[in-house]
């Protein structure tokens, strides 16, 4: 492999909290250092950014059974177009991801065709049907990195405590979504005035901290590894920061459409708004904001969740939840830097360093000797999002026709370059 070296670069370091002009060197798939090499190729970042991969947690590729919405190809494609060098998979696919079989196969195909680094998770009970616990031992043997049923919450507590009590005994990391699950049935929007003008089925935010009390109690009982997917509401932020700080395993994510969009954008029924859990308030977001800032919530991820246009061409209340976000998490992300929310090298802890970290991953940084899965991006390039030009096989995205500023120009994974591909 070739060695490289990137000149006038504006590095952003997330494990020094650094941002600064300088070179970086790769050799043989691993960073260098600072310094030059005679044989190296010379790339010139003409002052743009160049930052660690981002590790993106929550990727619903839809292979096995519904392939039509989204391949590994596909998604690879996009991810590599967003500057996504690791993409965590969820297992909610059709089967589910519960059999180190499955898994297999999901591994095997991942590897023939996605150009970036694919992590598989697997369900925590089988079907994830919350009734009888997956073979967590031996899909770990399999290379699954995490543990989720994802938005099918156990409901019998006596079923999850004996999952989490497994993982602890294997050191598994347990990935849930908490919510309470019969408030939550059916929802289409977060309860208060603006679902009530427009008649939506709505949930209570307090639905997400009921789940996260009962998920936190779980934790003290078991001593268990423990994410909670997203975090979105300030109700369920301080049951948070009260459970970090008497020592709990404890770490928590949240969508970047929770973090730049509000219970408002739905306006006229627009389903591509859809998400889940719905869309908070202005409040809830500005506080999900403030949490990333100051590292309560550790990591951000695009929860890309690919729907085709039959599913999401219906009345708001009956159409399916989810949107796209590999190629969109960047160019959003960079709205927080923006507004002087944050900034950059405090937003990479979280698309990058903290993931990695969480999953015991050497990602994340740009010391010598990581792993050299870069990207390279203007932060200021401003254009305007065309949903049609998306690599994703689906195009539901609640940026179509948003300005947005932040424009991938390179990625590379393990000092190979898989985009401009």
Known sequence: MSALLFKNARLIDPETGTDSVGTLAVRDGKIAGPTGMDDATVIDCDGKCLAPGIVDIGVKVSEPGERHKESFRSAGLAAAAGGVTTMVTRPDTTPAIDTPEVLEFVRRRANEASPVRVLPMAALTRGRQGREMAEIGFLMDAGAVAFTDCDSVITDTKVFTRCMTYATSLGALVIAHPQEPILSAGAAATSGKFASLKGLPAVSPMAERMGLDRDIAVVEMTGARYHADQITTARALRRLERARSVGLDITAGVSIHHLTLNELDVGDFRTFFKVKPPLRSEDDRLAAVEAVASGLIDVISSMHTPQDEESKRLPFAEAA????????????????????????????????????????????RLKAGAPADLVLFDPDAPFVMDRAKLRSKSKNTPFDEARMEGRVLGTWVGGAPVFPD
């Not at 976000?325 to 698309?351: K, S």
């Open 321 to 364: 939840s989810g949107a796209v976000g590999l190629e969109t998490l960047l160019p959003a992300a960079m709205r927080l830097v923006h507004n002087g929310h944050i900034d950059l090298p405090t937003l990479w802890r979280a698309l990058s360093l903290a993931p990695s970290k969480r999953l015991g991953l050497d990602t994340g």
